[in-house]
């Protein structure tokens, strides 16, 4: 099969009543439930190239084959080829391995080609997995190799998996863009993040994002699929995100000792600095009910659990604890004492974690009541990422037009009432959601708003990021419905990239569905 999108429906049936295996490891639910008489539907996550997933129970094995691209029109993945498809040569990301299972070189060349494989001085030949293709179109070509236990019993690199075609007499050489990184038997994988933030998710469906990684986190992998390393410190991130540590110096080095906790207050909130901390995997998590802040840092050492000494302007209480290798901080705010985000950030060899407690606005103004605040707004979708379209196809203007309009509208209004105002974009370009909630980063913002048209529901739909943000999504959601005069549904907590924002209040607007008539 062949698809340009992210993800793949593969439905059928197996035996309830024993596991299922899927690419050999016990089937855990992350794509889709299976019901109870066993039949299922798995929305599976695709890369780009060759996709396999092999489900098999006892002895019986039907394996998916799926090539995605970025046009998977007929005219196009079917027509032939001549070479080796550059991105489904095995690994197309830098691939931990073990002698623990075989590893499966493989990538989609022309049928009837002849393909072989180079691997640490070692040659395979591969085998055409469907013989029936008709020669020349694209075909999946694979070979199992068993590795040997390195004499370290540790790390080493074995490099790039050079491929060989021969076809229609002629030579043709495929390097894979990625590495194979061999982890001994005494060894634990471990990774550091190198994108600016690192999204990590609660599965791989990316339906629920939990929180962002800076650049430069370090931690260790308890598991991994195709695409997705599983960390220690929870969620799961993109492979492309991060790197393997492959020195020992930085895998030794990954557990750190705090020797000191600073806390530095200014007009908007609080700097509290873990001193020698940098790189460790820190979570923070905030409960409205409680109105406590809580900090979860990974792989520490030693840290000295007594700070009755600091004096914090926000935090009646600094209580510390230790689980094994994680350090909780738990930190009550004062009485009265509002809450309105957090960054966690490394700053020279320390972590620094930002708590804010108030916003940017002057409050002395009276005629323009938003001076001084920072407000990102956000026109979902972009470029090619049209959004929704209109009850009217292409008579009408799409949900990615509509988008701009408002955020253009809006940019507006709030500039007369004295607000620091910035879009996303201003245009039709495509942007990512990490880098909008860096934008918002970088412009310090007070409050992001991401406006979009796709609700499930009809009327308005607004989601916030954290708990701190669910009044003030309550109190804009009574507005605009009566402003507007349609129905509103409960404020629910986001699940897309404006959860991510964690330094201020963030919504996402939904003022209703293009494709609902009773919107219009």
Known sequence: SYSSEDSYLITGWCDPTIPLLLNDQNYDGRYGEISDDGYFALQVPLKMGSNRYVFSQNARTRSVSIIRSADASAENTLSPISEIIPESAYPANNEPVSILNPVTLSC?????????????????????????????YPALFSASAQLVEAETLQISRLGPVSYTMVYDGQLRLQTSLG?????????????????????????????????????????????????????????????????????????????KKISNVVIQSTSRGEYITFVGGKGLPCTVSYDANERTVSLRLSHVTNMNRQLDYLSSDIFSDIE????????????????????????VTFNGENIVVYFRSHLSSDAKQTQQPL?????????????????????????????????????????DRLRILGANVF??????????????????????????????????EPGISIQYNDSFSKNFAE????????????????????????????????LTVQTGNLLDPSDY
């Not at 901080?329 to 309105?340: A, I, Q, R």
């Not at 996303?424 to 909630?437: F, K, N, P, Q, Y």
């Not at 980063?441 to 991401?450: K, T, V």
């Open 108 to 136: 989609m060349a022309p049928s009837g080609a002849q393909v072989s494989a180079e691997l640490n001085g070692h040659l395979y030949t591969l085998t055409q997995q469907d013989p029936s293709i008709r020669p020349g």
């Open 179 to 255: 590495e194979l990184v061999q982890i001994g038997s005494q060894q634990d994988l471990a990774i550091q993040t190198t994108d600016p933030l690192t999204a990590v998710f609660a599965d791989p469906s990316e339906k629920k994002l939990l929180y962002a990684l800076p650049q430069g986190t370090k931690d260790y992998v308890t598991s991994s699929t195709d695409e997705y390393y599983y960390l220690y410190s929870g969620g799961c991130i993109r492979k492309k995100a991060a790197r393997i540590l492959t020195r020992k110096t930085d895998i030794y080095t990954l557990s």
């Open 320 to 343: 510390v604890q230790q689980q094994e290798n994680d350090i909780l901080v738990t930190l009550p705010l004062k009485e009265g004492m509002p809450f309105y985000g957090y960054q």
């Open 371 to 411: 001076k001084g605040l920072n407000i990102v707004i956000d026109a979902g979708h972009g470029g090619q990422d049209i959004g929704s379209d209109s009850l009217l196809g292409n008579q009408s203007t799409d949900e990615e037009q509509l988008n701009l309009l408002m955020a253009r509208a809006l940019y």
């Open 423 to 456: 879009l996303t974009r201003s245009g039709h370009e495509t942007m990512a959601g990490l880098d909008r909630i860096m934008f918002a980063q970088y412009r310090e913002a007070d409050l992001f708003l991401s406006f979009h048209h796709c609700a499930d």
């Open 475 to 506: 109190q804009i959601s009574d507005a605009l419905s009566a402003r507007l005069d349609v129905p509103q549904n409960s404020v629910t907590l986001a699940n897309t990239y404006s959860q991510g924002v964690s330094f201020c209040p963030s």
